[in-house]
């Protein structure tokens, strides 16, 4: 019998389709963090410093490599592309990055990605070590509010990794995994982040 809702893994030569759509989705994604992550910082008026040339380029290559682990790994994880055509995938969503940047940034993503490839996909690992890149970038200072900058810069971390997710399933087409993600990513906002489980 004919299984006719297999799911469909992409082929290297519909990978530059796939990261073509998957590249306005990342700006998309990157602009709502980094704006999540300011407003958090600004609320709390605390000490950190803001350089809108210089400190969001940092911030920029580390979110590019947090994004770039999470849908390698997820899109390896569902089947959406074959285990022996993970690092071309990886190789061919750097140089698209590279071209859309008109710049060289790839070893700068690729040091904040080999940090974050060691966590092993661990989403606690994974947000930790997003904390504290967030944290040197924007030199965070630790005062009585550190567990709230912990909390809010790790609901981001968490936030962005589902977005990731669901971004990736839509490039890839997979509406029934698409519909399974927004449940989950809706799920963790509502009754499982930092910010829901103290609200004043």
């Not at 979110?63 to 055509?85: H, M």
């Amino acid at each position: 019998m004919f299984n006719f809702f297999k799911k469909k893994t992409a082929t290297v030569d519909q990978f530059p389709d796939i990261i073509l759509k998957l590249l306005e989705k990342l700006d998309s994604s990157q602009e709502a963090s980094i704006g999540s992550i300011k407003r958090g910082l600004e609320d709390m008026e605390i000490d950190w410093e803001f350089d809108p040339y210089k400190i969001d380029t940092k911030i920029i290559d580390a979110l590019y490599a947090y994004q770039i682990t999470c849908i390698v790994g997820f899109a390896s994880q569902e089947k959406l592309i074959n285990f022996e055509d993970i690092l071309t995938f990886k190789k061919t969503l750097l140089e698209a990055i590279k071209i859309k940047n008109s710049q060289d940034n790839t070893n700068k993503i690729d040091t904040y990605n080999k940090r974050y490839l060691e966590c092993k996909g661990n989403i606690s690992c994974l947000s930790k070590k997003f904390y504290e890149d967030i944290a040197e970038i924007y030199k965070v200072s630790k005062d009585k509010k550190t567990h709230e900058i912990i909390g809010m810069i790790e609901d981001s971390s968490i936030a962005l990794a589902y977005q990731c997710q669901v971004d990736t399933a839509i490039c890839f087409g997979d509406k029934k995994l698409v519909n399974q993600l927004v449940k989950r990513f809706q799920e963790f906002l509502f009754t499982e982040s930092y910010t829901s489980r103290h609200k004043k």
